[in-house]
């Protein structure tokens, strides 16, 4: 049978080196789409997205929760993991198994074997949210990669270098991507441009990210 367009994109893999230890899975999570979307539900529903503030009082465009053992929390006082959301002042919803089986697969894809989240934030991405440049590093140590999600609206993920100012590449990130940056990559800068504007099939006006992290 003669392959359709659609059939050829759909065989391509969109799989990025983006640099040493660090790669794009293109469509990695679609398989557990719906399981996905489910388990998100449930843990906002008992832990709500809200805007953090920064230590410097700004408050974050993006909206987050967590769930696992530990939470990344922001506030006047600082970056910190917590094991009690400060909002409902309970511990976070446990770690959906779904999510905690397919971060362990991405990283062992990218030859992180072992991985074993107790943390993932949620970000919930409205349109013109953004989150600048940063690096993760209010993890006790940096031995783990860091894995990272994305659900809904596409969005242009920067990923630098280990210094601020290193050149940055520009990755569209779609529906069912995973990227995974761990080893010489760990501390890699990154971030979010403002998300533009549309409608997802699935999840409407917003761009969910969900990034698993070893905190401890
Ligand atoms: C993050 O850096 O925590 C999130 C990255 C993303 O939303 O893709
Ligand atoms: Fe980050």
């Not at 408050?59 to 009690?84: E, H, K, Q």
């Not at 290193?166 to 760990?186: C, E, M, S, T, Y």
Request: proline share 7%; hydrophobic share 40%; with cysteine.
């Amino acid at each position: 049978m003669q392959k359709t367009m659609d059939d050829l994109f759909e065989s391509e893999p969109r799989d990025l080196r983006l640099a040493d230890g660090a790669m794009v899975l293109g469509g990695f999570a679609l398989a557990h789409e719906a399981s996905l979307l489910v388990a998100v539900r449930d843990v906002t529903a008992r832990a709500p997205f809200r805007h953090l503030i920064t230590p410097g009082g700004y408050r974050m465009s993006v909206a987050m929760t967590n769930c696992g053992r530990l939470g990344w929390v922001s506030d006047r006082s600082g970056y910190r993991y917590d094991p009690i959301d400060p909002e409902t002042r309970l511990p976070w919803p446990p770690m959906p198994e779904v999510f905690a089986t397919l971060a362990a697969k991405a990283a062992a894809t990218v030859g992180f074997a072992g991985f074993a989240p107790e943390a993932c934030l949620i970000n919930r991405y409205e349109p013109g949210a953004k989150l600048s440049l940063h690096q993760d590093k209010d993890e006790r140590n940096y031995d783990a990669p860091i894995v990272s999600v994305s659900l809904g609206l596409p969005a242009t993920f920067l990923f630098g270098g280990l210094a601020r100012g290193d050149k940055q590449q520009r990755i569209k990130l779609i529906h069912g991507d995973v990227v995974v940056w761990g080893g010489p990559a760990r501390l890699a800068y990154h971030g979010v441009l403002p998300l533009a504007d549309g409608d997802h099939p699935l999840l409407g006006r917003q761009r969910i990210n969900l990034t698993f992290r070893k905190a401890g």
